[in-house]
């Protein structure tokens, strides 16, 4: 199933799309330009908005097989850290009855909506809708454990594009932000709290329906209890300045950034990737797979996001013409080809077969959010009417906004300032001071409004008023992570001191709401003292590793790079040079000191990138 933040493209980047191309909608106008209904009345010769059962209703004839869609107005970002992945646990429960068939049918979950779709005939299309409603109505909460276990699996398999992290580190713990981490809410959420989402959220009020057919289907009844429509979840930030950096691994360098949405913002998506596919693969050579994306957000602004894979020796290389090419499109070094190229490119779907069914998805999605929407004839002449110029303002606009991810080291040379490391000076804690075991310069404080992990070069607090969650082990153990995505593992193990009722204190302190009770760790999981270049705090993401201190990492590196070229160049001259020939073993040995260090400076490089710490 597709879940959390949509599609995974070819290309790695992970984006929020209306539909799989697999249920024979065609996406692309969906996902990569802003096109929409008329208006809640009508107006587009090819659809037709109607009402099935107070569900609002978007119909346009097609060729073949019917595929229809139903979406719902509540995703991963409508929930909490504490509760995430509780929509997905009800789109898994809708879909369970309908077991193996031919059907052609899938549930997904993305940021801000849920959608069950199906291809077939009109009565086996019938048939799903009903059933998915009357699911909906009366989940079979039997099988719920068994859907968590479900969950748990699939995310263990799941792969992510490298803006994976981008999400976190631009919105923090919270609304779009969530697409970023593991779904805490399949463990602990109990059966009243999955049933009364589903009453809630999954409501005819807060739908649309879309079917590629001129006409409703004979037998279809949308059952669904009344609510209201729920807006879209408040845009949060985790970043106090932009255009802004962080480290991630080797691999290549993704940034996105958040614009207006409009038809020369969804073509100078395509600008940016055909400029990257130019300067980093066919002039440089430098890259094999560069991309631009368009992706509305909400009813006013989109996300566009750029990607560049890179070789670990091409790196730098990628990152000095990735800016390059963004500084050549922010000043306006656009040609007119260029943008004629993107504009006919979305100008030949029009001419398409089955066009207008094919932008049914799309036009949903503004029906869900009130974005204000064109005819096709309106939305060919919006395109006609973009210039070089006002692709030179998005770029602008974009860069203002952005937050590039580069693999090792730093893009301070570029404009771009380090996402905050650490929570503000202002922020330390006053309370009970509980030393490291194994870092003397570690200490974690406990205070009455949260708590604070210190280390001489900064601190990181979670105050309980701000904790997105609290995940709390049978041993003692707490993890506590903040709205704005810092994380401080509470290990009672690890600190001087930090007996039960400092434990108990914290449990006090943190919302009921923000506690997700873990299951209890094997006596190999729970965390003893270790070196003291790890540390147990950090901004979290999706790895199994918490961070360490940017500065002490890059000394590392720079030292694991100083021995590692020692090494080398002393195993060669032993090997080749040197006379007479020194003993087997001790050229033997130089090379796996070379291999070491070898290794050294690649896991350092790693750790440099943002994870977070195991659940």
Request: charged share 20%; no cysteine.
């Given at each position: 199933m597709t879940t959390d933040t949509g599609v995974t493209t070819d290309t790695g980047v992970t984006t929020d799309t209306t539909v799989t191309s697999?249920?024979?909608?065609?996406?692309?106008?969906?996902?990569?330009?802003?096109?929409?209904?008329?208006?809640?009345?009508?107006?587009?010769?090819?659809?037709?908005?109607?009402e099935v059962d107070g569900v609002r209703t978007l119909l346009a004839a097609g060729s073949?097989?019917?595929?229809?869609?139903?979406?719902?107005?509540?995703?991963?970002?409508?929930?909490?850290?504490?509760?995430?992945?509780?929509?997905?646990?009800?789109?898994?429960l809708a879909l369970f009855r309908h077991g193996v068939s031919d059907l052609h049918y899938n549930g997904a979950t993305a940021t801000t909506y849920t959608i069950f779709h199906a291809t077939g005939t009109a009565d086996e299309v019938v048939t799903y809708l009903n059933g998915v409603c009357d699911a909906l109505r009366d989940l079979p909460l039997e099988r719920l454990e068994t859907e968590r276990e479900i969950l748990r699996t699939e995310a263990a398999g799941r792969t992510y594009g490298p803006n994976h992290q981008l999400p976190l580190w631009r919105y923090g713990a919270q609304g779009y932000g969530l697409v970023s981490y593991t779904e805490l809410g399949a463990w602990h959420l109990t059966a009243d709290a999955v049933r009364d989402w589903a009453a809630t959220r999954f409501t005819r009020d807060n739908a649309v329906l879309w079917i590629t057919s001129d006409t409703v289907p004979d037998g279809l009844r949308l059952d669904l209890p009344?609510?209201?429509?729920?807006?879209?979840?408040?845009?949060?930030?985790?970043?106090?300045?932009?255009?802004?950096?962080?480290?991630?691994?080797?691999?290549?360098?993704?940034?996105d950034g958040i614009v207006r949405r409009s038809s020369a913002a969804s073509l100078f998506a395509d600008v940016l990737g055909r400029a990257l596919y130019a300067d980093l693969r066919?002039?440089?050579?430098?890259?094999?797979?560069?991309?631009?994306?368009?992706?509305?957000?909400?009813?006013?602004?989109?996300?566009?996001?750029?990607?560049a894979d890179a070789l670990p020796q091409k790196q730098d290389a990628v990152v000095g013409g990735f800016v390059d090419v963004l500084a050549r499109l922010r000043a306006g070094r656009i040609e007119q080809a260029e943008l004629d190229a993107a504009r006919n490119k979305v100008l030949k779907q029009f001419d398409q077969p089955d066009a207008h069914a094919a932008s049914l998805p799309s036009y949903a999605l503004n029906l869900l959010v009130d974005h204000p929407n064109s005819t096709q004839d309106e939305y060919r002449a919006g395109l006609a009417a973009v210039t070089v110029d006002d692709l030179r303002d998005v770029a602008r606009e974009l860069h203002a906004t952005a937050l590039l991810q580069v693999p090792g080291r730093g893009?301070?040379?570029?404009?771009?300032?380090?996402?905050?490391?650490?929570?503000?000076?202002?922020?330390?804690?006053?309370?009970?001071?509980?030393?490291?075991?194994?870092?003397?310069?570690?200490?974690?404080?406990?205070?009455?409004?949260?708590?604070?992990?210190?280390?001489?070069?900064?601190?990181?607090?979670?105050?309980?008023?701000q904790c997105a969650a609290m995940v709390a082990h049978p041993d003692g153990g707490r993890r506590l992570t903040g709205l704005d995505g810092f994380q401080i593992a509470v290990e009672p193990t690890l600190y001087a001191g930090l007996t039960p009722d400092r434990i108990a204190a914290i449990d006090a302190g943190v919302p009921a709401s923000a506690v997700v009770r873990a299951p209890e760790r094997t006596p190999e999981r729970i965390p003893q003292p270790r070196p003291a270049s790890e540390t147990a705090a950090g901004r979290t993401g999706t790895g199994g590793?918490?961070?360490?201190?940017?500065?002490?990492?890059?000394?590392?590196?720079?030292?694991?790079?100083?021995v590692t070229l020692f090494f080398g160049l002393r195993a060669v001259t032993l090997t080749w040079t040197v006379e007479p020939r020194p003993g087997t073993a001790f050229v033997v040995l130089h090379w796996l000191l070379l291999g070491g260090s070898l290794a050294l400076t690649r896991v350092l490089r790693k750790a440099l990138a943002t994870r977070e710490t195991p659940e």
């Open positions: 697999d249920t024979g909608v065609t996406s692309d106008t969906a996902v990569t330009t802003d096109t929409g209904l008329t208006t809640d009345t009508g107006g587009e010769p090819g659809i037709r908005l109607t073949g097989e019917i595929t229809a869609g139903l979406v719902f107005r509540v995703g991963a970002a409508d929930e909490t850290y504490a509760t995430s992945g509780i929509t997905h646990l009800v789109e898994h009344s609510g209201p429509r729920h807006p879209l979840p408040p845009v949060t930030s985790a970043l106090p300045v932009t255009p802004a950096y962080i480290t991630g691994e080797d691999g290549g360098v993704v940034m066919q002039k440089g050579g430098y890259s094999y797979a560069t991309a631009g994306h368009y992706s509305p957000r909400d009813a006013d602004f989109a996300t566009v996001t750029a990607y893009a301070d040379w570029a404009g771009f300032t380090e996402a905050p490391q650490f929570s503000p000076e202002a922020d330390r804690l006053a309370g009970t001071r509980h030393q490291s075991h194994d870092d003397k310069g570690a200490v974690l404080t406990v205070a009455a409004e949260g708590v604070s992990f210190s280390r001489p070069d900064g601190v990181i607090t979670v105050r309980y008023d590793w918490r961070r360490v201190p940017a500065p002490l990492l890059k000394l590392g590196v720079n030292a694991a790079y100083v």
